[in-house]
């Protein structure tokens, strides 16, 4: 076999034995032993890809489109790749190779806009508006949706109209990059029934519909991260996009020509479990207080400190879904492995990592620099007996573990905002001077200490202080 060579404006590289993979899948609505389902396009049966017995398997098959997709900047996971070889065996031919067909969708990928709604199980008042990332949770109104998929000729198979008034999660991603079915959808307009070509198109967008549902809780986690690493608030979005009898809708949108535009409309159902909407204003209230009380408004994500701030809001944020499910010693321990990320460069000890913790959070803990040096020690000394021997921590082990690393955080977030320091070793180092000073017996002024960050913040309640 010749080397597998890359034409001008090709993707991928021409592959017989992908070719041969393709020509052999077969697309019906009877299941064989190995098929995978595919999504029933509206009000018809369902429909299985099953692929064939060749050279290339399944599993290479779609490793081979996902670099593609990658390549051509679309989204790409199982669900998409798999979609795409039911679009190229359901437009085969033999005198066009599927490799050939895949590099014309992808090198025509077009960008696209999509909105999603989530339609949960509730009803919320009208004026109810909660934003949070690039996402708003409300009172749903299908207007603006149904008005863009009648443009676009595309309709959903429920009357969306009587979902006004539900509470949804709506969010609008404005760079979506989609292969190019505009002439597949052509096709399917002109039947007047459910045809294969309609069942594998509907397939693809409803898995780019997913793929991208299932990164609103990752934004949403990302942006509450100093609220949900401080004990502030916390949005479980995980289960508000995954709630029990809720409804998916989502419309993709895009341009054909000067003044024309295409759409295509997905929906499914989800089932899960129950949910509490977060009071309307509290996000808002968290994001003033955070600016009133510690001069914070975020700051250039390329700065080497606010990557620090980052990755220890991540670790704590990751120690508090522990302790919303029972796991107290394993919160602790993220507590304590935020502190020696911060704490603990160039192999320092736990003496060190016990002095600086001390200067930062012995005026929030109402004892003297040498008192809550010793408390950091002690608490280190029996997380060491969990790790090491198995002896639990206790409630208030755990519970004061958490304070001291959450002052620390609000230290973090209030020098951050000062934007002083360039990096996080120029304020270790007037960390390691305030702490010198008090060990001498020198006096530190207030404004020494509020240089480092030193602030005494107490969360009242463990999902919101507000």
Known sequence: MGRPITEPNMVLATNPSFDDFIRGVRLSTKREQNSLSLSAAVNSSAWYLTPPEAEMQLASAIRFIDRGLTAAGCDANSAICTALIGILAASSTTSSPPTEALNRLLTSALAGKLHVHVILPMTCDSGYSTRVADCEIHAFDPARLSYWASKGRSSFPIDIQALRGRAAISSEASNVRLVDLTTIMDDVVASSGVSTMQVVADAYFNAVFEYRVKQIPAAVRQALRIF???????????????????????????ATKPGGHKTWAVMNTQAAVSINLPPQGQLAACYGWLETELGYTGTDPENAFSKTLDFYCDVLQRGREHERHGRHNEAALHSVIALDFLFGANNRATDSIAERSAVLTHQAAGRTYDEQYKHVKDLYDARSRYVHSGRELTAAQANDIDRVATQVLWALVRVSAKQKFGSTAEWLKEV????????????????????????SIEVHCEHGML
Do not use: K, N, T
């Not at 008090?438 to 200490?449: F, H, K, M, Y």
């Open 228 to 254: 949900e690493a401080g004990r502030v608030l916390h949005f479980d979005m995980a289960s508000f996009v995954d709630a029990f009898l809720s409804i998916r809708l989502g419309l993709f949108h895009w």
């Open 432 to 455: 390691d001077y305030v702490q010198g000073a008090i060990c001498a017996g020198r006096e530190v002024s207030d404004l020494d200490s509020q240089a480092i960050g030193v602030h």
